[in-house]
């Protein structure tokens, strides 16, 4: 069943708390010409839609909406895709609720 | 720098952790808990629901100080198809007692209440504080930890990992295996305000009372999955998850199954009208008792999420974690009380005192059906969710159909779509599975 999606996620993002680390991605793609399957997952698997395709066909990531759930990590650190560590202390989301 | 050595380090300030520094503290130990939120409970998602058991054993007089939210006096489950359920409803005006056994909270809320209580207790907690590194001697044991805040190392006996699912620490120091996706689940989850009166008139609730909603089917798919409504004061918490495996093999998406859940018919009028004011995700551990990794070593124990400790089956997960931070933070008491060094063989103390417990023979109980449930994800989660709803339909319709010609067309459906044996086996393969 397909179903019109209420609102994108970009705009739900919008809800939540953050303070961006500016200039400290906490999780960076490895420079690649083709990516990975693994990396072409995350672009639908990410819940804050922080991957991306850019104009030459490669995976980019801004970092901002990140809710830091791991998932992209459990996906695609294993084949040295991308590197992922916690954001700095006090720096990231920050749930109000839960 | 922190020139003090500590007699335990905590890393996190999750339930977990929490229940671990509270637990050395009040015996006496010096404690230091580090949390990278800005506040304890700032990266923390859960459903969710408070155990009230498991509490109790921390914080006996938590009831009259915590912020609870209601307590549960109804349990739903719900086998859903795309435009129906089929539900089992438990209410008892029993759990109307005045100690309940089980309320929703707000994670974020609940943790900050439960941090101001581990300093009271004499901890100290440094929150903004993210762990990088354990810190070790050249012998390979655990002697501290390292921070993005303070350069140079932080000392103590002995080091609690109670850093949740992702658990980087443990996994970069080779002491535990990274999750994998077929082991951790995605939750992605909103909040969804609305007046009191409208949740209680809509829940059929009054007072504090409070509802709790499980739901499984074709919401998500095929693939190994669940949603859960839970009732709050003011809010109603909603959220659907899946096993990471699962949306990577199919590329669904998981705000799509949320919105697809959210439009459905059964719940759509639940939160008709609400006001969202935040849109979370998070792990959930769901490879049971096969996927715990060592639970200690020399100068370390590990508890909680970070260890695997969850209960996917009966959506357990805080309660194992406050319970194993206790018991942890109990066998590091009586190794410290015999003067004795936080070695691997005595810390493994905390590993035969979590055996006796709850925690492992629950998990050990289930111990085959997370393998069951993802290999067999699509007759669990799609066929048989349409076929009983089928089933349902035709049982409540009338139509002039004689019932035994719809019981025969029942069963014919049943079998068409699974076959004699695929359902036998099915059956056979839950049954020993749960046993
Ligand atoms: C959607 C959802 C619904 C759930 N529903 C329920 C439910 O209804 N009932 C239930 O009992 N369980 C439920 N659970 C499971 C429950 O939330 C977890 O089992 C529980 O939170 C685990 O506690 P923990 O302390 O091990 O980990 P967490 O609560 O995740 O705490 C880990 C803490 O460590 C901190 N941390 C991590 N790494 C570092 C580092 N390097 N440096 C400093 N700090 C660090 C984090 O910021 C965090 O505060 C649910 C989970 C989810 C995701
Ligand atoms: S951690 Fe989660 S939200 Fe952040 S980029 Fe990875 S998948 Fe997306």
């Not at chain 2, 639970?295 to 194993?324: C, F, K, P, Y």
């Amino acid at each position: 069943m397909n179903v019109e999606p209420s609102m994108r996620v970009e705009d739900k993002l919008y809800y939540n708390r953050y303070l961006v680390d500016v200039g400290h991605p906490h999780v960076k793609v490895r420079a690649h010409t083709t990516p990975s399957p693994q990396l072409l997952a995350l672009l639908k698997v990410c819940p804050a839609r922080c991957y991306e395709l850019n104009d030459n066909g490669q995976v980019e990531i801004t970092v901002d909406g990140c809710i830091e759930c791991g998932t992209c990590r459990v996906i695609a650190e294993p084949t040295g895709d991308i590197q992922w560590s916690h954001p700095r202390g006090g720096y990231g989301v920050l749930f109000k609720f839960g | 720098m922190i020139e003090e050595r500590f007699d335990a380090i905590v890393v996190g300030a999750g339930m977990a952790g929490n229940a671990a520094a509270l637990t050395m503290a009040k015996r006496g130990m010096k404690v230091l808990q580090l949390e990278r939120g800005e506040y304890p409970g700032s990266k923390n998602v859960q459903g969710a629901i408070l155990y009230a058991d498991m509490m109790e054993k921390l914080i006996p007089e938590f009831r009259e100080e915590a912020p609870l939210e209601r307590h549960l006096v109804e349990q739903r489950f719900w086998i859903m198809d795309d435009r129906s359920h089929v539900g089992m409803h438990y209410r008892s005006d029993d759990f109307n007692e005045e100690r309940p056994n089980r309320y929703t909270i707000i994670r974020a809320q609940f943790d900050k209440w439960f941090s101001s209580k581990v300093r009271e207790a004499g901890a100290t907690v440094l929150c903004e504080t993210t762990v990088t590194e354990l810190a070790r001697d050249d012998r390979e044991r655990v002697v501290g930890v390292r921070t993005d805040r303070r350069d140079g190392e932080i000392h103590a006996d002995v080091v609690v990992l109670a850093e949740g699912v992702n658990g980087l620490l443990g996994t970069r120091a080779g002491l535990r295996a990274r999750p994998t996706p077929d082991n951790v689940a995605l939750a992605v989850k909103e909040m969804h305000f609305l007046p009191r009166e409208t949740i209680e008139a809509r829940f059929n609730l009054k007072g504090d009372e409070g509802v709790v909603i499980e739901a499984a089917g074709t919401i998500s798919r095929g693939m190994t999955g669940m949603g859960f409504i839970y009732a709050n004061k003011e809010c109603i918490s909603l959220g659907i998850g899946c096993l990471v495996a699962d949306f990577q093999r199919t590329g669904q998406t998981p705000y799509g199954m949320l919105d697809h859940f959210k439009q459905h018919p059964s719940v759509a009028p639940l939160i008709a009208g609400s006001e969202v004011k935040e849109y979370s995700a998070h792990l959930i551990p769901e490879g049971g008792y096969k996927a715990i990794p060592q639970l200690h070593g020399d100068g370390w124990v590990v508890v909680g999420d970070a260890a695997q400790l969850n209960n996917a089956i009966h959506r357990e997960g805080s309660n194992l974690a406050m319970t194993s931070g206790r018991i942890a933070a109990e066998a590091i008491v009586q190794v410290k009380s015999r003067r004795e060094p936080m070695t691997a063989t005595n810390l493994s103390l905390y590993k035969k005192m979590l055996d006796d417990s709850f925690v492992i023979k629950d998990l050990k109980k289930y111990k085959d059906l997370p393998t069951l449930m993802h290999t067999h994800s699509q007759n669990f989660f799609l066929t048989y969710p349409q076929l009983i709803s089928k089933a349902m339909q035709n049982f409540v319709r009338v139509d002039g159909t004689p019932k035994a010609e719809k019981e025969k067309a029942t069963l014919k459906s049943f079998v068409r779509a699974r076959s004699w044996t695929g359902l036998f086996g099915d059956a056979c393969r839950f049954a020993r599975a749960w046993r």
